[in-house]
């Protein structure tokens, strides 16, 4: 069942009554004991694009910490990206070239030393991840309000697949650390254009 979008309450000849609708497709919550990562598997080839909402945080000890994405289990030099990040004061940037393990979401995650229930909050979409004759692309944007440790910032990114396999499976996970209890990820796949 759709849970955004307007589906057409009469159907062209040839286009179905979803066109436009979002569907939840899976929802992971980290319990008490953390966890090193989570993977996304089976991924149905049925939307046109997917997209995960994020809620996270993870302990390594400073602020801000980094979230890592692969694609298919891949783990191999086959990615790239580029991040930028504005904190009220300085825009920075940190991008990587194409031969990288992971895209890499740099200081996007509260971390153990942000004040206590902060969260990050990230939307990350990835456009055409069926298709087989491209390379797979993600766009994301993510932020954290560390007010009371004077942190906060706000962050773009895209990153690059160097594959045109379809994606099947997603994995997400801290660089430095271990991903927190009541961190969340929600997979939502989109239909139509």
């Known amino acids: ?49 997917l997209q995960i909402r994020c809620v996270v945080r993870d302990n390594r000890s400073d602020v801000l910490s980094s979230l890592g994405v692969r694609f298919n289990g891949d783990t191999g030099g086959n990615y790239a990206y580029h991040n930028f990040r504005a904190d009220g004061t300085n825009l920075t940037n940190a991008e990587q070239g194409a031969s990288v393990n992971r895209i890499e979401l740099d200081r996007y995650l509260a971390a153990a030393s942000s004040p206590s229930g902060t969260f990050a909050g990230i939307i990350l979409d990835i456009p055409d991840y069926a298709s087989a004759n491209k390379y797979k692309t993600l766009k994301a ?41 009541n961190t969340r990820f929600s997979l939502f796949g989109y239909k139509g254009a």
């Open 1 to 49: 069942m759709p849970i955004l979008g307007v589906i057409a309450s009469s159907t062209r000849q040839g286009q179905a009554t979803d066109t436009g609708a979002v569907f939840p497709i899976s929802n992971v919550v980290v319990g008490s004991a953390g966890s090193s990562s989570v993977t996304f598997s089976s991924i149905p080839s049925t939307y046109t694009h």
């Open 141 to 181: 944007i993510g932020g954290v309000d560390n007010a009371s440790a004077g942190t906060g910032a706000i962050e773009f990114s895209s990153g690059l697949w160097l594959n045109t396999s379809a994606i099947t499976s997603i994995t997400l996970y801290s660089v430095y650390a271990t991903l927190v209890q």
